[in-house]
């Protein structure tokens, strides 16, 4: 079981550009969550999806959207990106219930 | 609003010190708690949950136990690679699985 993918691992943008991330689940698992961790501090719940639909949004701006595909893995987008964006971005799959969730190793974004 | 606080922020043990965490809360309605440890740059790893008050879970060198409002890792006997940041994390109820996490504890055990 490869556990919770994500891509790529280290990213680069430039103030204002668009990005994308990916995440492949666990095997099994239905449900993805995408969090933002800043230097020193614990993660912060940007979005949840479930049966392909977005099921709960923390306090992020519009400028973060999301998407679940059919086999249900994942992608996080940020527009217009901010120097404040510069964060790992790490994805957690679970199933619905119960909920135990497990992270993959994070995507390092550094916006210059 | 929902808050966890994680007590001391760092802590520096010689091996073999047995020590406690802490992670208190306040949430509008607990589901779970979490723990995690995490390795520097890379992602959180999974230890335990524990859903009500008086439960305990152990493995290895740790051990987690929950009340009413707080949660405590004990670590017993520890040994330089349980050196990481240890996480707590409260699951919200309501609709969907939303995870708040305190801004963790970073341990460092010296030989």
């Known amino acids: 079981d490869a556990g919770v993918t994500q891509s790529p691992t280290h990213l680069i943008k430039t103030r204002g550009q668009q990005v994308t991330l990916r995440c492949s689940p666990k095997s099994g698992h239905d449900t993805v969550s995408w969090y933002q961790q800043a230097l020193g501090q614990g993660p912060q719940f940007i979005f949840q999806?479930?049966?392909?639909?977005?099921?709960q949004r923390g306090n992020f701006p519009d400028r973060f959207s999301g998407h679940q595909f059919p086999n249900y893995s994942s992608e996080l987008n940020v527009n217009a990106l901010l120097l404040g964006d510069s964060a790992l971005y790490l994805c957690a799959s679970s199933l619905n219930a119960p909920y135990e969730a497990f992270f993959g190793q994070g995507t390092r974004l550094t916006v210059v | 609003e929902d808050q966890v606080t994680q007590s001391p922020e760092a802590l520096r043990l010689q091996e073999g010190e047995s020590s406690s965490l802490n992670c208190s809360y306040t949430v509008s309605g607990l589901r779970g708690l979490f723990w995690y440890r995490q390795d520097p740059g890379k992602g959180p790893e999974f230890l335990f949950t524990?859903?009500?008050a008086g439960e305990e879970k152990e493995k290895e060198r740790l051990k987690a136990t929950l009340t009413k409002k707080e949660s405590f890792l004990h670590i017993t006997a520890p040994k330089p690679e349980d050196s990481a940041t240890y996480l707590c994390a409260v699951l919200i109820l309501g609709y969907g699985n939303k995870l708040v996490f305190g801004a963790g504890t970073i341990l460092r055990v010296k030989s």
């Open positions: 524990l859903y009500s």
């Open positions: 999806y479930y049966e392909e639909e977005e099921r």
